[in-house]
């Protein structure tokens, strides 16, 4: 029996990855642990593995496709002994055969009648037949009173828009309602939920999160503002409407405040300087070279992490029905690359010396760079760090990167006139700026966090001990 090949989910957030290059062809051998495709998130790029032997029967989706959906067949295997040419003609029957194992064949018809219904929708709805088991579509309708399939994600965003679940296709694995279903039904308008589901208290908050992705001018009304032939169009790719819409989510959905903390920079500068000329030599292809150069961000996340850990109760994360209190701090640091933005994380921060902390971040941001990064090593984490000051930037606010519950922002140092023991002198001072979850981190505890993280920055030896 030839075996199916699907796209796989190689994040617990994944919903759909582009198929960037097949590694073997039609009639290669393939075992158990060969790699035989690379795979494009929004993040990274990553390599597939086989997980049964045979030979590869058919490429169902070519080299370069996008958009493919998680659970959507991309390759035929024919297993040991089995005509290759049947394997490749059968492999897809299942996809087809799948409603008559499922539904009473009294369905049948009305399986046949969705398919056609959502033609007058949106032409969105299209690849849902070219990337997707057939069997998907009507799955989310629930007219005979069946469980609607969804995301806890999408649940809670079609309960703040004031959506009817039943009303909306879903375009996830199977079927399933998934964050995209519903903003572009709030965007459309419709799927409303009936008014007896909100009580007069909740009807105002459940409304306010979905004006910002209902309202602004078309795409038509935008591009009439500009004249002809003077613009050329950049489509979106993967990571920038994930950027787009985590940072929307964001800004819907968390309350934040921000505290901002002057530090004195100096005698962390000098303990780095200190520190820098006293580090040993390894010899390398290129020649003897320090075992490592820390930088000022490499303080700043060490200081950042000693913080969370002296402050326990704001290294925490918000659900609905608890806090998460991490035991450790992992700390993410955003690297700017092409046309985007990646926060890896460093596990277990305050128990790192600076120096391991300083080759992470180096090794980190230049696979990030490359694309090469795995999911666990940019997704989750208990806080991160934004640095703009080496272009300059004085201060500036961060949006919280969820699930997280803080954020700092870090300006640039400068000399200015700074009172000690009641004499002017001149000193580096640096502005660190908090966004915190208002749910999860109250005001004094922000401020707390924050007083931490400056005595970390002022007496730069604590982060030794």
């Not at 030839?2 to 990855?17: H, K, Q, R, Y």
């Amino acid at each position: 029996m030839p075996i199916n090949i699907t796209m796989p989910a190689l994040s617990p957030t994944m919903e759909e990855g582009n198929l960037a290059k097949w590694l073997v062809k039609e009639g290669d051998t393939v075992k158990s642990g060969d790699v035989i495709a690379e795979i494009e998130t929004d993040k990274a790029t990553m390599e597939v593995e086989a997980v049964d032997e045979g030979v590869v029967a058919k490429l169902v989706v070519p080299a370069g496709t996008e958009g493919v959906k998680v659970n959507a067949l991309i390759a035929i295997l024919a297993v040991d002994g089995e005509d290759v040419s049947a394997a490749a003609s059968g492999g897809e029957a299942p996809k087809a055969e799948a409603p008559k194992a499922d539904a009473p064949k009294a369905e049948a018809a009305p399986a046949e009648k969705a398919s056609e219904a959502p033609k007058s929708e949106a032409s969105s709805d299209k690849p849902l037949t070219d990337a997707a088991p057939a069997p998907s579509t009507p799955a989310p309708k629930a007219e005979d009173g069946k469980r609607v399939f969804s995301s806890p994600l999408a649940r809670r965003m079609a309960k703040e828009a004031g959506l009817d679940l039943t009303g909306v296709t879903g375009t996830g694995p199977h079927g399933r309602v998934v964050k995209a279903d519903i903003e572009k039904a709030a965007a459309s308008g419709g799927a409303k939920a009936a008014p007896s589901a909100t009580t007069p208290a909740t009807a105002g908050a459940a409304q306010a999160p979905a004006a910002p992705m209902a309202k602004g001018p078309s795409d038509d009304n935008i591009m009439k503002l500009f004249a002809e032939g003077s613009y050329e169009l950049l489509p979106h790719d993967g990571m920038r409407k994930t950027i787009a819409s985590r940072l929307t989510e964001s800004t819907q959905t968390v309350p934040s405040y921000f505290v901002s903390m002057d530090c004195e920079l100096d005698a962390m500068l000098k303990l780095r300087a200190e520190i820098n000329a006293s580090a040993p030599v390894k010899k390398t292809e290129k020649g003897e070279v320090p075992a490592f150069k820390l930088s000022v961000n490499d303080f700043i996340i060490k200081a950042m992490a000693l913080a969370l850990r002296d402050v326990p109760m704001a290294n925490a994360s918000w659900t609905s029905s608890a806090r998460v209190l991490h035991k450790h701090a992992d700390v993410g640091v955003a690297v700017s690359i092409p046309d985007g933005l990646i926060t890896p994380i460093v596990r277990k921060a305050e128990t790192k010396t600076l120096s391991v902390i300083s080759n992470e971040v180096k090794d980190l941001a230049k696979r990030a760079r490359d694309k090469k990064l795995k999911p666990e090593e940019y997704q989750g984490g208990t806080t991160s760090v934004s640095n703009l000051g080496m272009f300059g930037v004085s201060n500036f606010t961060s949006i919280i990167n969820l699930p997280q519950a803080s954020i700092v922002s870090i300006g640039a140092g400068v000399e200015k006139p700074i009172v000690r023991g009641g004499k002017l002198e001149v000193g580096t001072v640096m502005t660190a700026t908090f966004a915190f979850d208002h749910r999860v981190i109250d005001g004094a505890l922000g401020a707390e966090l924050a007083s931490a993280f400056k005595r970390y920055i002022e007496s730069p030896m604590g982060m030794l001990v």
